[in-house]
Every structure is written in C-alpha cells, then in structure tokens.
C-alpha cells in the first residue's frame, strides 16, 4: 500500500526508533544457529458491527484500524512480526457481541479494539477483563463502558469522547447561544438512559432542568405527539439521544410540525441515519465532534487521502474512522514498550505509562492513559459540528482555526 508523505516519514522515525530500543533491551548473547521458525503474528481482536443497522459507523471502525495494520507491517510489524487483526461482527446486538467476544478471547488475541453500541459494550467488557485482554473502545461513548471495573484494575481503555465530556459540551453551547429550554428526547436503550442522566447533569450544574422529556422505542418512525408536547412545555431547543434512524424521525416530526427550533446531541447527529435520513429537516444540527473530515492539517490530510483512495471516498462516519486508527497505534506504541513477557497485563501496564509521544490524526497522545485514567479525550479536543449542505463542517471559524493545532489532553 503506498503510504502518504506524512505517514511515510512519522512511521521511518517512531517505528525504528521503537525497534531500536527493543532490540537493545533484549540484546543476549548469540546462540547456535537453527532453522528458521515459522514467523507468527501479533493477533489483535477487533469487534464492530459490521452488518445490520450499526455497520454505518461499525465499518469506518475496521476500515481505520486495517489502514493502521497495513501501515505498521509495511514498517516492519513488530520485531518483524505482523500484525494480524482477528474481526468479529458484533451485528449490533448484545447477546451477538457477548458471544464474539468469548470466542475472541478463547481464540487467544493479546489485546482488542472495539464496541460501537453502548449496550453491546456493557454486556461484554467482562469478558476482556476477565481474561486480562486490555481493550481500547475506539467508538461507544456511552459514560458505562469505562465505569464497571475500577481504574487501577481496569484492563478497558477509550480513546472516543465519553458522553460524560461530549454532553457538557454541547449543554455549554446551548448556554453560550441562549438555548436553555431544552427538551431531551432519548431512546430506552443502555445509550439513551446514560446520555439522558449525562444531559440532565450537565445542566443541573447549571441550576437548569430540561423543560421536557420524552423516551421512545427504536423503531419509532413518528414522534409528532412527543414533539407537541416539548412545544407546548416551552422549549427552544431539542436534545437528541440515540444512535438510528430515530434522530432522522425527531427531524422529520420537527419539520412536519413547521416548528423551527434546532436539534442538537452528540455525535450520533453526524451518521448518515441522521444526515441523509433527514434531509432538509437535519440542516443545521449541531453536535459534539472530535474529528470533522476536513483536511485542516497534513495529519488529518493524509488519512483521508489514504483512506478515500482505499475506500473510493471518505469514511461514512469520520470520527469512527479515524478514533480506530488511533487506537490501533497506541496498541502497537504499547506493544514496543513491553520490556517483559508480551502478554495483557504487560500491555495493560504499558499503556498506562506510554514512554513515547503518540502525534494521531484525532488529537496528540501524551499520556493517554494512567493507572487511574481510562479515558484519552477530554473536552478541549471536542468542537461543534453542524450539518451544512448535507456535510459536517466546523460550527464556528474560531474552532476550525484552533483545529489547525491538534490537541492534547487536559
């Protein structure tokens, strides 16, 4: 695969300087010579759903970390190993995820990236940490995924946004714009009662409380009544949670209504269930972003170049895309800083102490991760979207110039 300049130059000197530096940890005297094992691969689990409703932003997961796996064994691989990733199609659905994950564990990965659904990620993460397989989640953000073990003990990383920071964000946004009757539709899933308790916090803290609130099923194809009902209790602005074709039927209700008052939420307001399920009704939206696919750097200008010749155009959900190359990185920055036996508490240890600089293409990792942090991102690398001509595109000129500068956390 022909790699971008940017990527040619940052794999040259971070990978050799990593093999450099293994290699002189491990140097021994030299031992008769012997015929050639078989070279075997560093398997990595990956778990999306790659198939059903989900696989919109399931499929940017594997297509991220693959370019990132193909980068790295064009490099070399690991000590001239590669790296072979180990897929599983979680479809979505909980129980499906939950029994993927014993048969990748059984299977004997030594770490995994994955999890889109907040539901599936909660009913599996046991599994990894059970088994002492460290687990970077590159795309649920549902508050509960990182929160079931405690910290020091954790083997479950994140490098997505947690809707614990991405709904305080956008509460300030609303703030900021004079926005402070909010109504708060959620679905009944995992995700929308955790964003719900996230949104309700956010604004407590504030001395504010949504003005309404309305819970639904998926499935739901009108929810006219429940918008009647916000409007009729004062709202000025519509905060949405849930993941599917759901915040397209909040739009559309909306503008059967002729009721013009914006729909706001998280990330999921970039999907195309959204985007391209609303149509007119979704111009406008705003939501919590980490990466918008505009090529505001030579980092974020190279992945998408790469990534659009792979895939003939851009990822369908960017952030997804490029939060997985990412974590696919910071496994194998870890995977170089084992000094021990490559094993999952050894990696477990080394991203939490990860002795290099990580430069990615969603924000710079230093120090992502600590024995009590699990969590990479933090607010200051989060911007607001807004769906402008169909696409995603910076809300406000002050954050696509900041966006020049990649962040590091907080």
């Known amino acids: 695969m022909a790699l971008s300049r940017w990527s040619r130059h940052a794999l040259a000197i971070t990978l050799a300087s990593l093999l450099t530096q293994h290699a002189a940890a491990q140097t021994a005297p030299a031992a008769p010579v012997t015929p050639t094992p078989a070279v075997l691969p560093v398997r990595i689990g990956l778990i999306a759903p790659l198939s059903g409703p989900s696989s919109d932003f399931g499929l940017p997961v594997l297509h991220g970390a693959r370019m990132a796996v193909d980068e790295i064994n064009a490099a070399g691989g690991y000590l001239g190993r590669p790296i072979e990733l180990v897929v599983h199609d979680d479809k979505g659905v909980p129980d499906t995820g939950l029994a993927a994950s014993q048969a990748m564990v059984a299977s004997g990965v030594l770490a995994a990236i994955g999890f889109c659904n907040t539901g599936v990620a909660v009913k599996s993460v046991g599994v990894f940490q059970q088994a002492q397989v460290p687990l970077i989640v590159p795309c649920s953000a549902g508050a509960p995924v990182t929160r079931q073990f405690p910290p020091p003990g954790s083997y479950i990383f994140r490098n997505a946004p947690s809707d614990s920071i991405q709904a305080p964000f956008v509460v300030n946004d609303l703030i900021r714009r004079g926005w402070t009757r909010v ?92 985007i391209a399920g609303g149509g007119s009704a979704a111009e406008g ?15 974020r200008a190279a992945f998408l170049a790469s990534y659009a010749r792979r895939h003939q155009g851009p990822p369908a959900v960017p952030m997804a895309a490029a939060q997985s190359y990412d974590a696919m990185y910071l496994l194998t920055y870890a995977i170089f800083a084992v000094r021990s036996k490559l094993d999952g508490p050894a990696i477990k240890q080394a991203l939490e102490n990860l002795p290099r600089t990580y430069y990615g293409v969603v924000a710079t990792y230093d120090r992502p991760f600590t024995p009590e942090d699990k969590e990479a991102m933090t607010s200051n690398m989060l911007v607001m979207g807004q769906v402008k001509k169909g696409k995603v595109t910076f809300a406000y000129p002050e954050d696509a110039r900041r966006n020049l500068f990649i962040q590091r956390k907080r």
């Open 183 to 274: 109504a708060i539709f959620a679905d009944k899933t995992p995700y929308g009662e955790s964003g719900l308790r996230d949104v309700e916090a956010a604004m407590a803290s504030h001395q504010l409380k949504p003005v309404h609130v309305e819970r639904f099923d998926l499935g739901v194809k009108d929810l006219t009544a429940g918008l009647q009902r916000a409007r009729q209790a004062g709202a000025n602005v519509i905060f949405s949670y849930t993941v599917g074709p759901e915040n397209a039927a909040i739009a559309l209700s909306r503008e059967a209504l002729k009721w013009d008052v914006p729909q706001v939420g998280g990330w999921p307001l970039s999907f195309p269930f959204f």
């Open 285 to 299: 939206a705003l939501m919590a972003q980490s990466f918008i696919a505009e090529p505001s750097n030579e980092r």
